[in-house]
């Protein structure tokens, strides 16, 4: 299978709810690496599972989105925990949602919050009947 991933940076803040998480109940910031890594068993016509300057267009949008934001008051995040696991799979979903790539067969997304923690969500895209461009 092959594979690409694209990585960007970027500062946000957050606060855990719903238990006694200590200091992590309280507004902090956190230095996020996203990587958004795309699987498919098939190249295009150029030799690409997708143009990944799409891709990195797609990400940087995100991370303009998300950068220096209390993920709290974000819609998405309305009612839930802003763990990094629901982190990993709203941006998975964002991407997904957006992404028309007919070689791409998993997106997976990781979300560090520190050098040592992490989470992630894969998703396993359906066949296209007709192969739209990205």
Known sequence: MYGVAVKRDFKA?????????GEENHI???HYFVEL????????KHGYITNIA???????AQVRYYQDQTLNDMPE?????????????ILCKAFTDKMRAPTVRVVTVTV???????????HIM?????????
């Open 37 to 44: 890594q795309l699987r498919g068993t098939e190249l295009d």
């Open 126 to 134: 359906k066949p296209y009947k007709t192969a739209p461009k990205f």
């Open 54 to 60: 799409e891709v990195e267009s797609l990400l940087d």
């Open 13 to 21: 803040q957050h606060y855990l709810i719903g238990g006694d998480w």
């Open 77 to 89: 995040f309305t009612g839930s925990n802003p763990s990094i696991e629901r982190f990993a799979f």
């Open 28 to 30: 902090h910031t956190h």
């Open 112 to 122: 560090w919050e520190s050098d040592i923690a992490w989470a992630s969500y894969t």
